[in-house]
């Protein structure tokens, strides 16, 4: 185990646009030395990681791998199971696809389809943690079935679009029809939202009376994910506080949920 | 014997004691009731997973087996029906095995939602975070991953783990406080059970942690597993083979269960001393005892000196 961090260093032409093999689980067990071996296709070609990237290895207890000043990359994460991976820069398309366990932070913006489905796969990520501190493209959470995706920024297109299961934080106002087929999972705003017209509002629920609610907060706040440590939240009243609440999709089979807090 | 923890919450501490009481009632002794259950402590709400106050209950029974049906109905009866409860593993960390199987919880009990029942598997962060690494704490090593049921009630969602993980564990540790009339004897004894109180990973099943129909291993009848210890009921004194000293006319016993054999002997220990120091304040005597029953109770020996040692 160890913490990697890889600093992008070449404006080779083509650039690297594929992220799938930097991977916390697979990297983490690697030394310095077969980390740069590892080939990454760059157009129709493979170089080493090693021509890419500068590369520091140090031990610990964790597997951590930190990305610096790379390009876009595409499928960042896709299908890893364990560790940390924390992207210093943007995040390109499919982050996180197919994921099935450890946690993925983008100090940046990310890409269309976070968290959703990696090639020739029907569902999206089965597990883990994804933060991301600015935006997104579209249909994040796109047939994600567990685990939960944060987005401090604005979303494209129809966040938690089609979702399965899972938990879906937006930390900014969406309007842009949120969890549009979803069939179960939740979609939590922690600023304004406005769900499709398929969605029918529950009213406003007592924060107290959905605990489990509380505990994703209280996860994020152990993530110090920055929009809780802006101090939105005060903690020791947080089950103070109240939901709104929207069930849906009526289009799909009903069971999906929609809550915006309320302070 | 076998023990599970559940850690139950609620909006206030109001309802979390009514909670405690209901769910742990009608448990003092394995001999007539389906567990042993007790209060472990009662928690702030920074210590729980839902950040409301919460309290930590210990159940024991003879076998995995009976607390898979105690603890459920128990859960089922007395925490679904208590307005705003949650309740929790208390043990997530253990690992299941054929001889400390899992015990379905909000599995079972997730049927009384009647379809409209959701699951949420969600990461609990339990203690903070360490930041000794240059990197956002996003490396948070101390969390697990649960899944928690959300059944739909009239208040709004009762939320219940999926299952709770069993333990070995010990059942029986026993102290008898013995002293001068019974006003007194209780005196030292409560002394001793209030300070047993703070010691985790114990309980003290009996009505206010004390026990005064103290009992034996078997009986002249057939049908009874456990009758009166009648050497130290002072009422026999001159009728049977008493244990009591000359001067001394009440004894009152505390069962502790635990789940390790140094929780126990730390429990008898702290009870002991205070028991002592109260009867130092009140000017009277007291003198402790221990029974094993000829090995009858268990294969547990506490024995007092040791413990004081």
């Known amino acids: ?263 | 014997m076998w023990a599970a923890r559940l850690i139950v919450t609620a909006i206030d501490e109001h309802w979390v004691r009514i909670a405690a009481t209901e769910t742990c009632g009608y448990g003092t002794s394995v001999i007539g009731c389906d567990a042993e259950a007790g209060v472990e402590r009662f928690l702030s709400a920074e210590e729980t997973p839902d950040g409301r106050p919460g309290v930590s209950l210990l159940f024991f029974g003879f076998k995995a087996e009976n607390l898979r049906k105690a603890v459920p109905n128990r859960v089922g009866q007395c925490l679904m029906t208590c307005p705003t409860t949650a309740v929790y593993d208390g043990m997530p960390d253990v690992v299941a095995t054929d001889e400390t199987p899992r015990i379905d919880l909000g599995k079972r009990l997730r049927f009384f939602g009647d379809g409209h029942q959701k699951s949420k598997q969600v990461t609990i962060s339990t203690v903070p975070l360490d930041a000794t690494v240059d990197v956002p704490a996003t490396l948070a090593p101390t969390h697990s991953l649960r899944r928690l049921w959300r059944i739909p009630v009239m208040d709004g969602e009762f939320t219940c783990e999926e299952s709770i993980g069993t333990l070995k564990a010990i059942g029986g540790g026993n102290l008898l406080i013995c002293g001068i009339d019974q006003r007194t004897t209780l005196d030292l004894t409560r002394a001793a059970v209030d300070a047993i109180a703070s010691c985790g990973d114990v309980i003290t099943p009996f009505p206010g942690g004390i026990v005064r129909s103290g009992s034996k291993v078997g009986s002249r009848y057939k049908s009874m597993f456990a009758s009166t210890n009648d050497e130290y009921c002072p009422t026999l004194r001159g009728k049977v083979k008493t244990k009591l000293r000359d001067g001394f006319h009440c004894v009152y016993e505390i069962v502790i269960n635990g789940l390790s054999e140094s929780a126990i002997s730390h429990a008898m220990k702290i009870g002991m001393v205070a028991a002592h120091r109260r009867a130092e304040e009140l000017k009277t005597k007291i003198v402790f005892s221990a029974g094993n029953y000829g090995g009858k109770l268990g294969k547990f020996h506490f024995k007092l000196r040791e413990v004081m040692a």
């Open chain 1, 1 to 263: 185990m160890s913490i990697i961090t890889l600093t992008y260093k070449s404006n080779h032409s083509p650039s690297l646009s594929d992220g799938s093999l930097l991977r916390p689980d697979t990297l983490g067990a690697m030394d310095t030395l077969a980390i740069e071996a590892v080939m990454l296709s760059v157009g129709r070609t493979t170089v080493p990681l090693g021509e890419l990237f500068e590369t520091e290895c140090t031990a610990s207890p964790q597997n951590i791998l930190i990305i610096r000043h790379a390009p876009q990359l595409h499928r960042l994460g896709a299908q890893m199971a364990q560790g940390t991976l924390i992207i210093e820069g943007d995040a390109g398309d499919d982050l996180g696809a197919s994921m099935t366990g450890g946690i993925i932070h983008v100090k940046g913006n990310g890409g269309h389809r976070v968290g959703g489905p990696d090639v020739t796969s029907r569902r999206g990520m089965n597990g883990g943690e994804i933060l991301i501190d600015g935006n997104v493209l579209d249909f994040a959470g796109f047939l994600m079935r567990r685990g939960f995706i944060a987005i401090a920024g604005t979303t494209g297109k129809s966040p938690g679009y089609r979702m399965l299961a899972g938990t879906l934080i937006l930390g900014s106002p969406c309007v842009n029809q949120p969890g549009l087929e979803m069939q179960r999972g939740t979609i939590i705003s922690l600023s304004s939202i406005k769900p499709p017209v398929s969605f029918a509002p529950g009213g406003t629920i007592a924060a107290s009376a959905m605990p489990a609610m509380t505990i994703v907060l209280k996860r994020l706040r152990a993530l110090q994910w920055p929009r809780l440590a802006d101090a939105m939240f005060d903690w020791k009243k947080i089950n103070d506080g109240s939901w709104q609440l929207w069930s849906g999709d009526a289009l799909t089979i009903n069971k999906g949920e929609v809550l915006q807090w309320q302070y």
